[in-house]
């Protein structure tokens, strides 16, 4: 354990006011800022490794960070710490107050791709690839430094559940299957043979996961200890599934044409009785919750621009919240919405605002450079607030 100042880089207070919930960012540095529910900043990472230029007061980090992720009580962040100098990626897990860090093992060998928090907040699992292979491992946040091999193989798409297990799609060298596994490493293959389909997700205490069963490609809900599992629904093509806040019903779309084609079909699914509820057919590259509402994603004529859309679900009624071209950091998160939307989310706890990172069109930045913003933006129809450079965000819980 390492301690560090409380706060040892002197930043300015920014020109925000936020109604509720805290936010971490990453900022010009790729260096780990907090924002709390008064505005205040805190650099978490930037005084960590410093070299001094040849001016007074330069400073150059030597590492940068990725995918920084809230526990589930608020109180750390983990991320990915990267060498400039080419070393190994290593998660870190670091106090939001800024008193302590733990660093852990290096990704050997490898690229970082994902940190999930479990439910409790007393693990993380850790996706990195590997040549040609995805792993899966388990590492402590108190002990990073120690890791516990899980799963290998690609595709390899997860979710943490309650009790220490993790639900999984993973691609072996024996063929795809959806598995659970204990806290103990004890295995569940589920029924089915998963072939089109990202993550497994929960709703209320059930898994949700597409597969090959029966001779067709079925929406599938059970226990995740692998007893009673059911047919939802039929479908045809990419499914994502997306569970409400609630644990009561499920959104999900599908891609007829296949990975990299946009959703269509946005419909409501009722996990318990199986009966579905069109909300909308225009096409969508992403869409995930706020509260009781739905944030949907759409490419639009101009290059690279996304609308975020706030969409009724009850009626299909949409209101234009922002036009923005991502940051790669969140042009990445859309590409895998359904898990980064629960671990890595970019809406409050209060459903009031998003918090995006890129160039928010029809507004100007504070300065004319080329670099992707974070902005405040109020699901209300309120003015976006810039908060700094930086390439990506993400809210506490």
Known sequence: MTAAPVDPVDRPEPAVALESGRFGYL???R?????????RRRSLTAHDSVLWGAGWGRFEPTDVHSWPTWSPDGRHLAAFRISRDGGEARPIVLEASGVTSREGVGVAGGLPIYLQWSPEGDALAILSQRDDELV??????AAPERSTPLLHGSPLFFS???GGRIAAFVGERRGPSMVVLGPDGARVDLPGTPGNFCAPVQVGDELVYVAHHRGRVTILVGRPYGTGTREL???DGLVALVGSPDG???ARAVA???DGSCYRDLRLVDTRSGTTRAVSDADCVAFFWARDQLVVARRRPQKGTIAWMLVSPETG???LVAELVPSRDLRFWLRFFEQYALSHPIVDPAASRLVLSGTLVGRKASSDDDFPRVWLVPLDGGAPEEVDVGPFATFAP
Do not use: K, N, Y
């Open 27 to 29: 900022d010009a540095q």
């Open 31 to 39: 260096q780990l800022v907090t924002v709390d529910a008064h505005g």
């Open 136 to 141: 899966l491992e388990r590492v402590d946040p």
């Open 160 to 162: 943490c559940l309650p």
């Open 233 to 235: 629904e039929i479908v």
């Open 248 to 250: 009561r019903s499920l």
């Open 256 to 258: 007829p044409d296949g």
């Open 317 to 319: 009624e949409e209101t």
